[in-house]
């Protein structure tokens, strides 16, 4: 998996299981993952070192990644929206709807 589609998957995965995180571990993956800044802005933002913040992405995104293995929300999620793309417009938006 190449870095654009390892960053796609975290975001995927913090969209569905963000609410699972301590609102440290949400602000963190946010600020690198969603408004792309880098590690140094977070931990000078957080008044923390670099070191501190890349262990938090790293055990946040295996935290993550548990959750999915356990859950598979997101492989649902897909397999979903393969059956939806497959499917006249009338009747995906009854799915949608439905969901």
């Known amino acids: 998996m190449n870095n654009i589609e390892k ?12 609410s699972l995180l301590t609102p440290k571990q ?16 977070i931990a000078d933002n957080n008044k923390t ?4 913040i890349f262990d938090l992405i790293k ?3 295996n935290i993550l990644e548990d959750y999915e293995a356990k859950l ?3 492989e649902k999620r897909n397999k979903i929206n393969k059956i939806l793309e497959k499917e006249d417009e009338k009747l995906k ?7």
């Open 7 to 18: 960053t796609i998957r975290i975001n995927e995965l913090f969209d569905i299981y963000k």
């Open 93 to 99: 938006e009854k799915i949608i709807n439905l969901l």
């Open 72 to 74: 598979k929300l997101l």
């Open 26 to 41: 949400q602000q963190v993956m946010e600020n690198y993952y969603v408004f792309d800044l880098s590690i140094g802005e």
């Open 59 to 61: 055990r946040t995104t």
């Open 49 to 52: 070192s670099r070191a501190a």
